[in-house]
């Protein structure tokens, strides 16, 4: 296991490009692998869930080849013509990829075995296992809807309406995937708007997909989207932004970090993921977005981060499908800033890579920061930040990183800012959505020490 020790830096400086963003990059191979002729794919994550994915949409018939750093091309086979796959997919630690798939084949006649790793088989699938068995399919699955799961899809499905019951953006995406090979208009609601890059890219690819808005009493919002299925989907190309959930740990850690002026070039800025921005702006960050643009119908920008104080946040649950990936790290953030913070109504965090309430929660505890575990998120007490008078967390402690890559990166950040270094047991799992963080960061004025199995240290700036 390669553990990791992140040290104080001085100050980040510098341009940070970041790898392609993990939710487009499965969304781009799946669709194009349902789309007549050939995708051009752009800026691919090559990160370990997105070969999982690759891999899987490969044994389903697509022609997928790669011809450079992040170009790909796609030969799709139209819905109802994939193959079946020889052996189980394995999906390795991504729930994306396995969930999405699961949606695409329950209207499809074959029969599919999903395996994962001890992190996924840990997961939940029920939540897919539900609306897919809606269309027809037939599910089979570990105690308490975990993998390995089996579906057996069906050739003949029927349009279905369904309103998901938790907001996931994979339940979702799921969902529009088994209905894209269902005759008829099939329309889901969601009472919270979850990241909406299925829609945005479906549409690109020639979906008949309607997207509306809906306001709830409470002033939020939820959408209602219908979508015609056996529309034939053309193959397109797809330029995948630079992920902002990446791009997230040098902005936080150029935020805390004093002295710190970086650039994070050509980020995703789309607004259902971009919570944190505003949550931070609350706690008094200041982060400027140039050069906005648009690609392949996603929005993008130049982010420009200089260290400030962060004062303290209780943020709005209702906000949290927006930055449901970016908690770990904003937890991180709390930590560092002046007043006591307070995160509520985040039970979906249990159930991610890991139980990212617990380990977080551990993980600050064990580098002196006092934090309480409640049910469905945290209260934290912030060591002051970089305000006048204010302090660092303590750090010096050593935490587990659970499997989870999200709360691998968060615990480096915190040493980065800490009094004292932070050890983390093992980094390995970073590679699955964020290959060269370390070296990234270390690019920028971190020092995050990787110890080889022998224990030689690598990657030291
Ligand atoms: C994702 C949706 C989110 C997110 C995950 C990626 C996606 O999961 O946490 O990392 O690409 O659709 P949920 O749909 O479970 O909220």
Redesign the pocket.
Do not use: L, M, N
């Given at each position: 296991m390669p553990a990791c020790v992140s040290s104080q830096a001085t100050a980040l400086k510098g341009t940070a490009k970041i790898p392609g963003d993990?939710?487009i990059s499965?969304r781009a191979l799946i669709f194009a692998a349902l789309a007549s002729g050939e995708s051009r794919i752009e800026g691919l994550l090559e990160g370990e869930d997105v070969l999982h994915t690759a891999d899987a949409v490969r044994a389903l018939g697509a022609r997928v080849a790669r011809d450079g750093q992040g170009g790909w091309r796609v030969t799709g086979v139209a819905p109802g013509r994939l193959s079946q796959p020889a052996a189980p997919l394995q999906m390795g630690n991504s729930?994306?990829g396995a969930r999405l798939l699961m949606g695409l084949v329950a209207t499809q006649p074959m029969r599919v075995t999903f395996i994962g790793d001890d992190s996924l088989s840990r997961r939940p699938m029920g939540r897919i296992l539900e609306p897919v068995s809606l269309f027809g399919a037939e599910t089979e699955s570990a105690e308490g809807g975990r993998l390995p799961v089996t579906i057996t899809g069906t050739g003949d499905p029927a349009p279905q309406s369904y309103e998901v019951p938790v907001?996931?953006?994979?339940?979702k995406?799921a969902f529009l995937l088994a209905a894209l090979n269902t005759p008829g208009i099939s329309s889901l609601i969601e009472p919270l708007e979850?990241?909406d890059?299925s829609e945005r890219m479906l549409a690109a690819f020639g979906a008949d997909i309607t997207v509306e808005q809906q306001q709830n009493k409470d002033g939020t919002c939820g959408r209602r989207i219908e979508i015609t299925g056996k529309t034939p989907l053309t193959a397109t190309k797809i330029i995948v932004p630079r992920d902002f959930s990446s791009a997230a740990f040098p902005l936080v850690a150029a935020l805390l970090v004093p002295g710190s002026d970086i650039v994070i070039p050509g980020v995703g800025i789309n607004p259902l993921r971009t919570g944190l921005l505003e949550i931070l702006g609350h706690m008094g960050a200041v982060i400027g977005i140039v050069n906005q643009r648009e690609e392949a119908g996603e929005p993008i920008g130049d982010l420009h981060v200089k260290s400030g104080g962060l004062k303290a946040v209780t943020p709005d649950a209702a906000l949290a499908?927006r930055l449901?990936?970016e908690y770990p790290l904003l937890f991180v953030a709390a930590a560092s800033a002046s007043g006591t913070s307070v995160f509520r109504g985040l039970g979906?965090l249990r159930v991610?890579e890991s139980d990212r309430i617990s380990a977080m929660v551990a993980g600050l505890a064990a580098n002196g920061v006092a934090v309480e575990e409640l049910e469905d998120g945290l209260v934290i007490e912030g060591c002051g930040g970089i305000l006048p008078g204010g302090g660092r967390p303590p750090g010096g402690g050593s935490v587990a990183a659970h499997g989870d890559h999200r709360v691998a990166m968060a615990f480096l950040v915190l040493g980065a800012v800490a009094q004292n270094p932070v050890t983390l047991d093992d980094a390995a799992m970073i590679a699955t959505s964020f290959p060269g963080f370390i070296e990234l960061m270390n690019g920028l004025g971190c020092r995050m020490v990787q110890q080889s199995a022998a224990g030689v240290s690598r990657n030291e700036r």
């Open positions: 993990k939710s499965h729930g994306t907001p996931s953006a994979q339940v995406s979850t990241r890059h499908p449901i990936d979906e991610k």
